[in-house]
């Protein structure tokens, strides 16, 4: 779970993957693995900050309207 602090409150991203241990010897189809999970990481991290975002302004709005 990441977390992103603001002077009022915490917004957390809950988020779930799976990144592969490296093998001990060099495997193109692991670091491919690898490379996708960290991207699939980045994708999840990325939506998901982007909805607490908007969350966070519509309850900024909704207490300012």
Do not use: G
Request: hydrophobic share 35%; proline share 3%.
């Amino acid at each position: 779970i990441f977390k992103r602090w603001n002077s009022n409150f915490t917004l957390m991203a809950k988020i779930t993957a799976y990144i592969p241990e490296p093998q001990s010897e060099y495997e193109v189809e692991n670091q491919r693995q690898i490379l996708e999970a960290i991207d699939t990481l980045k994708n999840q991290l990325n939506f998901a900050f982007q909805n607490d975002l908007k969350e966070e302004q519509d309850t900024y709005n909704y207490f300012i309207s």
